[in-house]
Nanobody, 120 residues
Framework: QVQLVESGGGLVQPGGSLRLSCVVSVSVLSVNAMAWFRQAPGNKREWVATISSDGSTTYAESVKGRFTISRDNARKMVYLQMNNLKPEDSAVYYC??????????????WGQGTQVTVSS
């Protein structure tokens, strides 16, 4: 059973930055395409960004140019650097495995997520 543990969320003012981390308990992370998702109260969970096994990245239009997804396969970590945060970025953020950069379906059980609140 793969476990996902997200951290790094918090309260930040508009225009601020946060770096989210996700620890992935798998024997080998490098072969997996990994993604970040988010869910705001009353909304469906939505896809934010994907990093494929070869390191290529894709982003939702709403975060393109502000967020950066990265990975450290040796440490089995996935990161989301979030800059120029906006109130509409407030949500619980989750990481998960996806098939590829072209798919959005999460393949593992969800972790507990990490809360991001953008407010002045």
């Amino acid at each position: 059973q793969v476990q996902l543990v997200e951290s790094g969320g918090g309260l930040v003012q508009p225009g601020g930055s946060l770096r989210l981390s996700c620890v992935v308990s798998v024997s080998v992370l490098s072969v997996n395409a990994m993604a970040w998702f988010r869910q705001a109260p009353g909304n469906k969970r939505e896809w934010v960004a994907t990093i494929s096994s070869d390191g290529s990245t894709t982003y939702a239009e709403s975060v393109k140019g502000r967020f950066t997804i990265s990975r450290d396969n040796a440490r089995k970590m996935v990161y989301l650097q979030m800059n120029n945060l906006k109130p509409e970025d407030s949500a619980v953020y989750y990481c998960n495995k996806v098939h590829s950069s072209f798919t959005r379906a999460a393949l593992w059980d969800w972790g507990q997520g990490t809360q991001v609140t953008v407010s002045s």
